[in-house]
């Protein structure tokens, strides 16, 4: 069945892309999986597809930025599972581009208020619940290669994505000894919807995003999922507050 059997994961923002590829590795791995997200219909289909793994899954819709539907996110898996063992906070947005200068209040406040309050919401709320567990779990959250690095016109994406690093590191000194580990994972150029909106206002658009990579061609959603997976494995029981960057090579430079 897989090294999840019995175990019960949750992916934010898991309808598609990152997210959703991620939610079908769990699946694969035995897991039972929630997807949680806003996109009802994408979201009812990525959890027919994780059924189709042999496991349960069930979607539920959520709104990262707002405390009570992360709570309702949250309980929800209790009253059904009685436990939560891992979860990926991968829901994120790109949100406008434009330089500093040039950029709006409204969408800097969108931006961080899904990608880095929702992080840290629903962190917070499945850090609650592990602790009761006396097994712990892992949390891994989605950052980027702009958690790590400056990338010009999308300020508040970056600014959100390198808070992410910091959240994931404060946690993972808070409950290390406590059995639940938190790291992130960053990364590159993968071939998701969002980066297609991405590269649409990117000069040479793909070609120019394939000439960034060292490997020279873009990743694929599965090689996230394989690297969230791992960070929720017994094989990363020492690893924590890590910063994984998957990305061909790009911050290597």
Not at 154 to 178: D, F, M, N
Not at 192 to 197: A, D, E, I, K
Request: aromatic fraction near 6%.
């Amino acid at each position: 069945m897989g090294t999840g059997e019995g175990k019960v994961a949750l992916v934010t923002g898991a309808s598609s892309g990152i997210g959703r590829a991620t939610a079908r590795a769990f699946a694969q791995n035995g897991y039972t999986i929630f997807i949680a997200d806003l996109q009802d219909e994408l979201g009812r289909d990525a959890a027919k597809e994780c059924e189709k793994e042999g496991v349960r899954a069930r979607f539920i819709r959520c709104d990262v930025t707002d405390e009570e539907s992360v709570r309702s996110l949250i309980a929800a898996i209790i009253a059904d599972q009685g436990r939560l063992d891992a979860a990926f906070n991968n829901a994120g947005i790109e949100g406008q581009q434009a330089s500093t200068g040039d950029s709006s209040t409204e969408n800097f406040d969108h931006v961080i208020a899904v990608n880095l309050r929702g992080v840290f919401l629903c962190m917070r709320e499945e850090i609650r619940q592990m602790l009761v567990q006396p097994y712990g779990g892992a949390i891994v959250n989605c950052s980027s290669v702009a958690g790590l690095i400056g990338l010009p016109n999308i300020p508040a994406y970056v600014a959100s994505k390198h808070g992410v690093i910091g959240l994931t590191r404060t946690a993972a000194l808070e409950y290390a000894q406590q059995d639940i580990r938190v790291n992130s994972v960053c990364p590159g150029a993968i071939s998701t919807p969002m980066l297609n909106r991405y590269m649409a206002g990117v000069p040479g658009g793909e070609e120019a995003m394939k000439a960034i990579e060292p490997v020279g061609r873009i990743g694929k959603p599965d090689e996230i999922a394989s690297a969230v997976l791992w960070l929720c494995s017994s094989g990363a029981s020492f690893t924590t507050g890590q910063a994984l960057a998957v990305d061909g090579g790009w911050t290597a430079k």
